[in-house]
């Protein structure tokens, strides 16, 4: 069973607006990472969160994490037509290097 | 910034054929991780090697295997190829030590078909 599970599957929005996705995994982690994904393309890594950290900030981006609730979200500020693809979380168990990835969330941003 | 290469990009085989992948991880990178993606899921860890030794191991079929070399980049075999490894295949790389500090890094990837 995967690790994570991403919600929601699909999002599209207008351009300018925000978009916020999360992932919720099952086990303990060590960090969680969330990885852009154009279609059929390559997993770009957006930002990494610390199980010991809450929110981190980068850019338009802003990840939070709550490991009480085993969840994190990626929220997107100002979208841009160019920020659709698919985005996975993706954690690794603790003891482990691997990572487990969500099932993804594609975004399409519309002009 | 050199980034992770993968080679072939992309790849047609038949069935029962073989295949080889190859990943350059980042240059001092010292530990490469091998991921497949079928059609429209989520990439599945398949096997990782740290300093040349295999370091972890995931849902690898026994006709797959893989190693790390002296110069840190890692071959991928496929063999006995059948059509249910048609899929992306991803390679990344990640300081020892740091894949959890530092994140795991991508290459772009190879799109293997078998037909």
């Known amino acids: 069973s995967q690790q994570g599970e991403e919600d929601p599957q699909a999002l599209s929005i207008q351009e300018g607006e925000n978009a916020t996705m999360n992932c919720s995994y099952k086990?303990?982690?060590?960090?969680l990472q969330w990885y852009r994904q154009n279609s059929g393309r390559g997993l770009v890594h957006l930002i990494l969160?610390?199980?010991?950290?809450r929110e981190k900030h980068s850019g338009r981006l802003r990840v939070t994490l709550d490991t009480s609730k085993k969840s994190s979200s990626l929220l997107i500020t100002a979208s841009r037509a160019a920020d659709t693809a698919s985005y996975f979380c993706?954690?690794?168990?603790?003891?482990?290097?691997?990572?487990?990835f969500g099932k993804g969330t594609k975004l399409t941003v519309n002009p | 910034a050199a980034g992770v290469i993968q080679s072939p990009r992309h790849l047609i085989k038949e069935k029962r054929e073989t295949a080889t992948l190859k990943c350059y991880p980042i240059?001092?990178?010292?530990?490469v991780y091998w991921y497949q993606q079928g059609p429209g899921q989520d990439p599945q860890f398949l096997i990782s090697?740290?300093?040349?030794?295999?370091?972890d191991k995931g849902s690898i079929p026994d006709r797959f295997s893989a190693q790390q070399f002296s110069d840190y980049h890692s071959e991928l075999n496929m063999s006995s190829l059948e059509l249910g490894d048609s899929a992306l295949y991803f390679c990344?790389?990640?300081?020892?030590?740091?894949?959890?500090?530092?994140?795991?890094?991508f290459g772009p990837g190879t799109r293997l078909t078998v037909l």
């Open positions: 086990t303990s982690i060590n960090n």
């Open positions: 090697f740290y300093e040349k030794m295999q370091s």
């Open positions: 969160i610390r199980s010991n950290e």
């Open positions: 240059p001092r990178h010292d530990t």
């Open positions: 990344a790389s990640s300081s020892a030590g740091t894949s959890g500090a530092k994140g795991q890094f």
């Open positions: 993706a954690t690794d168990e603790s003891g482990s290097e691997k990572l487990v």
